[in-house]
């Protein structure tokens, strides 16, 4: 049983304590990954909000099928869905990018060519079809494993494993037109 599960058990039981530890620990890997979703980073906290809300108030059970982790992915990614369905029209077509803010190190140059090709790297993910975002976003940014995005996405492994594929040599197609250099990956 994963350190989540553990936490969700003692809310459970009655130690508020619990929730709050869920929370502090996958507060910002679900934000970015609902920010993949909805692409609204107002938005995107309600969701995590409504997320949150439903474990405290609802408390659905949590069967040990997958990890916590990926359970609780699937929730958050059930509710951006459904969001989606009813306030499709509200949404604003800022990226992430325009609101982070670039760290300070010693070598600026480097570091500005670095920042750069990291935006170029997230908007020509966001630009893939929201089905390929999502993948890339699940596998390399929360190293989840095929089996896991499969049961986030309601998918079977080999249409994930089909899916990766497909998003990858998507991706590649985006970043070489766009004269990008980059590692194979």
């Not at 990954?33 to 997320?51: G, K, P």
């Amino acid at each position: 049983m994963d350190n989540d599960a553990g936490r969700y058990r003692r809310f459970l039981d009655g130690d508020d304590n619990g929730l709050r530890e869920i929370i502090d620990a996958n507060y910002s890997g679900l934000t970015l990954y609902i920010n993949s979703i909805i692409s609204d980073v107002s938005e995107t906290e309600e969701i995590i909000q409504d997320t949150f809300v439903k474990l405290a108030v609802k408390k659905p059970k949590f069967n040990g099928k997958s990890s916590f982790k990926t359970w609780l992915y699937a929730i958050a990614r059930n509710c951006a869905l459904n969001h989606l369905k009813r306030y499709r029209s509200k949404f604003s077509d800022k990226p992430v990018e325009d609101y982070s803010e670039l760290s300070s190190e010693n070598d600026i140059e480097s570091e500005y060519i670095e920042t750069e090709q990291n935006i170029e790297l997230h908007k020509a993910i966001r630009s893939l079809k929201p089905e390929y975002s999502q993948v890339l976003y699940l596998m390399y940014f929360e190293q989840f494993d095929t089996e896991n995005i499969a049961k986030i996405m309601h998918k079977s492994k080999k249409q994930v494993g089909d899916l990766i594929y497909r998003a990858k040599q998507s991706l590649k197609t985006k970043l070489e037109k766009a004269g990008f250099q980059y590692e194979e990956f």
